[in-house]
């Protein structure tokens, strides 16, 4: 594939879109499990159990058709800019694998790629198990002779792209529920993001700086977010935030509360409206079509309470105008070129190389690309 340095996205050769993966069928719903607690010891009795969870929708999860179309989307938005560059789709837990998009894209001559994940955030499992997915797919071409040097953009929960688009649909989803109330009242904002064992959120961030990161970072956007909210409809809106898809054993301490207890809580306390605002996740996937749309608006439902859910970024027309910038951004990194790196809230952007000892695996110690340990 032929360089110029005219597309502002050299040295780059291709996008890769890196996400979690998902079952597109029943018979998929178990090897994906066990792929995705691989050396956890936990037995096939419990992962049933969870796979009931998928079974519910067909035994397919929405996140590999949401990504697909979030890869047309980002598409769309190069061609739109005139930029000419190819985006492939590469999984940690299911077809397409990652080394599966490596292998592509160096079977086309194309070996410098630039990783894109759908996580926002910075913890292990968001942030550095993507970077050891990547380092284990370089290898594994390695063993067949090839070769691809891959970077990554930057955690992007504070870059505009992303938290303005949450702000926005929040924003939208108070406004919405306010006018079908007619009370005047503002619901309640309960934000929600994936739980974590409370030792990766200690250990989430740089080692040479205090650690709770990920816990950090979700609050600091609430915060933000509920600020916008009550500036933009000019009334006090209160808020928290909660976790879901618990999992692991009773004894392990995760991060609380459950947005299903907090639920039950503020309805002890006399709420009536709640808006519930997905700000941990990209698309919705299972966590959010199983955790939040049903588990939680059943829960909502027994106690009486009016639950809207807000959508997640999905396709948004800024939020991929943001990830296309976030590629400029790196693809000017890389270039050796000053570049202005936004961010909202706060004043700073996360490296695009990681620093020694960030967001550590607790398990086991393995390599780790688009770093510098």
Request: charged share 25%; aromatic share 6%.
């Amino acid at each position: 594939m032929q360089e110029s340095e005219e597309n502002d996205l050299f040295p780059y050769q291709a996008i890769v879109l890196t996400s979690f993966g998902g079952p597109e069928g029943p018979d998929e719903v178990m090897p994906f499990l066990r792929r995705v607690t691989g050396g956890r010891g936990i037995p096939d009795e419990r992962l049933a159990e969870v796979a009931e969870h998928y079974y519910e929708f067909g035994g397919k999860s929405p996140i590999n058709d949401q990504n697909r179309a979030l890869i047309e989307a980002i598409r769309a938005e190069l061609a739109r800019r005139e930029l000419t560059i190819p985006v492939l789709f590469g999984n940690r837990n299911s077809e397409p694998f990652l080394a599966d998009a490596f292998r592509e894209a160096a079977a086309e001559g194309m070996t410098r790629l630039l990783s894109v994940t759908t996580s926002a955030y910075s913890c292990y499992s968001s942030c550095r198990q993507y970077r050891e997915d990547i380092a284990a797919a370089q290898e594994e071409l390695r063993a067949d002779g090839q070769e691809v040097h891959v970077d990554k953009v930057r955690q992007y929960w504070n870059h505009p792209g992303f938290s303005g688009t949450n702000a926005r649909i929040v924003t939208e989803a108070v406004r919405q529920r306010m006018e079908s109330s007619g009370s005047g009242d503002a619901p309640h904002l309960v934000f929600v993001t994936h739980s974590l064992p409370v030792a990766m959120d200690d250990t989430s961030g740089p080692g040479d700086e205090d650690g709770n990161l990920y816990s950090a970072q979700h609050t600091e956007l609430a915060a933000a977010i509920s600020r916008e909210v009550s500036a933009t409809l000019g009334v006090e809106v209160e808020h928290d935030l909660t976790y879901c898809s618990r999992s692991g054993p009773p004894s392990q301490p995760w991060l609380e509360p459950d947005v299903n207890d907090h639920l039950r809580e503020l309805a002890g306390r006399g709420v009536t409206d709640v808006v519930v605002a997905p700000i941990g996740f990209v698309s919705d996937h299972m966590e959010v079509a199983f955790d939040l749309d049903t588990e939680a608006a059943e829960t909502a439902e027994e106690l009486g309470l009016h639950m809207l859910r807000v959508p997640t970024v999905g396709t948004d027309t800024e939020f991929v105008m943001g990830l296309v910038d976030l590629a400029l951004e790196r693809a000017a990194q890389a270039r050796d070129e000053d570049v202005e790196r936004p961010t909202w809230p706060g004043e700073e952007p996360r490296p695009s190389i990681c620093r020694p000892g960030c967001c550590p695996n607790l398990r086991q110690a393995k390599p780790a690309a688009c770093g510098s340990d």
